[in-house]
């Protein structure tokens, strides 16, 4: 489903991807980890066709990651949704239906057990951060994207949030399709991933496959769990 090959990204003198290289096979759950500035979302946005590698390819199921071909089979959630300030919910969410050829009753149904269920006629302008969170999850998602890229979608949710969330990346999951969630909040997903790679400084310096460990376990084990936002207070070693 992805395919990122000796891809590095540079912001001036500063090296935010140096020579990322891995794959992603369908139907994977990937949690991609890193403390602050290691190049999570720089990674994220190459694979959402939103910026282009300064050297390398990055591939999104068999077509290079900017094509419209690729826009489709792909869903980002990102951590600021993209929203329409002075469209509607329901008129918000119309326009992305028509732009993917969806249906909009569909999509609202999704609102149904969140707090914008009676809120469909409300500016977007009026939401709070977590309804706007709630509204772009689903916004990025009205096609039933093969593949789902997640930066922060916990971030400002309530609790009731929070399980509707971590039930509905469970059904992408048991769905087959591939996830890539990146988050310094592990709490909710902490035992969903089947795979994690870490970012260091540009670089990915692990790559695991989970089996029955969850994610801050192998966090733990590799030293690593500096990248998340609640570290254990047992965690002895070093940030990386
Ligand atoms: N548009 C930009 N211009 C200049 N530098 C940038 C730009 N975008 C990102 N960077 C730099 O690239 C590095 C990686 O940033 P990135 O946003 O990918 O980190 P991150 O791992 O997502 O961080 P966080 O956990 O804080 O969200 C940082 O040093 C950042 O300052």
Redesign the pocket.
Known sequence: MIDVESVT?R??D?T??HEARFTVAEGEFVCLV????????????LLAGLAEPGTGRVRVAGHTATDLAARTVRGFVQ?EPPLYDYLTVREQLAFVCRLHGTDVATALERLAHTVLADRHDALVRELSLGMRKQLGLVTATVHDPALVLM??PANALDATAVTTLRETVRDWHAQKRTVVL?T?DLAWADDLADRLLV?QH?RLVHDVRLADETVTAALRRLGATGALTRPEPTTAEPAP
């Open positions: 990204v912001f001036g500063h935010a991807l890193g403390r602050n500035g290691s190049g999570k979302t720089t990674l994220l946005r951590a930066d922060e990146c310094h970012l540009g």
